[in-house]
T-cell receptor, first 113, second 113 residues
Framework: QQQVKQSPQSLIVQKGGISIINCAYE??????FPWYQQFPGKGPALLIA?????SEKKEGRFTISFNKSAKQFSLHIMDSQPGDSATYFC????????????FGTGTRLKVLA | GAVVSQHPSWVICKSGTSVKIECRSL??????MFWYRQFPKQSLMLMAT?????????EQGVEKDKFLINHASLTLSTLTVTSAHPEDSSFYIC?????????FGSGTRLTVV
């Protein structure tokens, strides 16, 4: 019940295309869903996050879609660029609790020039 | 946002020696810090929660005598890998729980030879 399932494991997208990464969770107590971007040899950096009271959040080219009933959320990267090539992790947490994050398994995105 | 500094960024040590990794919260007083371990092309695995002024809370399966955590001040947590062996080689990352979620350090690549 503590798992966060992430797919796909890897993704190749043409420059200018849309990258879509999906995550699913089981624990309905989760109330905070961030996405992190990680470049090789670096720590993860927060991209965008959402709480379950909204169905969508957009920041620049990055959009989170959230489906509470299905317990799923996804990251959409519009107009994907080679510089977006990185590993993306979704996570789930209870914001009011201990901030302990449960991370997805990661998606390695490669954007072709 | 919170700024987290992690040092060293990489370290090579001989088998049987101990290595200390520092995690500093530069602009935020962190009562709680987290230590993660990441194997190549894998997700982040929470090792322990570091609590200022008290004992760390270790995740199941993490040897507390091998991975010593000290959180002596609100801005510094240290992870000491004792009697390191090649299987301890990994990428270690600390993070701080901040109002908008986690901020991660840049990570430490440990190689035990």
């Amino acid at each position: 019940q503590q798992q966060v399932k992430q797919s796909p494991q890897s993704l190749i997208v043409q420059k200018g295309g849309i990258s879509i990464i999906n995550c699913a969770y089981e624990n309905t107590a989760f109330d905070y869903f961030p996405w992190y971007q990680q470049f090789p040899g670096k720590g993860p950096a927060l991209l965008i996050a959402i709480r379950p009271d909204v169905s969508e959040k957009k920041e620049g080219r990055f959009t989170i879609s959230f489906n509470k009933s299905a317990k799923q959320f996804s990251l959409h990267i519009m107009d994907s660029q080679p510089g977006d090539s990185a590993t993306y992790f979704c996570a789930a947490s209870t914001i009011s609790g201990t901030y302990k994050y449960i991370f997805g398994t990661g998606t390695r995105l490669k954007v072709l020039a | 946002g919170a700024v987290v500094s992690q040092h060293p960024s990489w370290v090579i040590c001989k088998s049987g020696t101990s290595v200390k990794i520092e995690c500093r919260s530069l602009d935020f007083q962190a009562t709680t810090m987290f230590w993660y371990r990441q194997f190549p092309k894998q997700s982040l695995m929470l090792m322990a929660t570091s609590n200022e002024g008290s004992k760390a809370t270790y995740e199941q399966g993490v040897e507390k005598d091998k991975f010593l955590i000290n959180h002596a001040s609100l801005t510094l947590s240290t992870l000491t890998v004792t009697s390191a062996h090649p299987e301890d080689s990994s990428f270690y990352i600390c993070s701080v729980a901040w109002q908008t979620g986690y901020t991660f350090g840049s990570g430490t690549r440990l190689t035990v030879v």
